[in-house]
């Protein structure tokens, strides 16, 4: 019975490196009422534009923080806000929001957030085709007082 348990050891092993790297890897998938929370908490999201925030993040990203898509024109799309690299500058800070794009993907939103609030109020929600498209009628955003009690 010496092997079976050998390799049992050393699957165990295996399994919690891998976790380990998974885990280094910063991704994380919100769910809706602990995003909502967490923007109105810690990143003091007016309450009364939070279902718009929460609408147009389900749209655009699915509240997945590693998400990165390319549009037909070449540009990148950048994390859970979708920003695009119209806004940001690879590798060093630059443009719009005067931020590395790399910085707009991951768990930490600190950066996403001042540049997704600065390009709502400089150019409104209608810049994201995802909010364009799905929660610009009032009546498609999420009840967040029903759904989270918040
Ligand atoms: C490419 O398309 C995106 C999405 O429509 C837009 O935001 C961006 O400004 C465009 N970039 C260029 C260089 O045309």
Known sequence: MRKP???L???GLWASSVLVLWQGVEC???LRCELA???RDQY???RSLLSNWICLLEHESELDTTKETREENGSINYGLFQINSAYCQEARP????NV???KLKGDNLAESVECAKKIQAERGFRNWKGWKRFCSNPQNLPDLKVACGI
């Open 100 to 102: 590395a794009c790399e």
């Open 5 to 7: 348990t050998l390799s």
């Open 28 to 30: 994380k998938i919100y």
């Open 44 to 46: 003091s999201f007016d």
């Open 37 to 39: 929370r967490k923007l």
């Open 94 to 97: 630059g443009r719009f929001c």
């Open 9 to 11: 050891f050393y699957f």
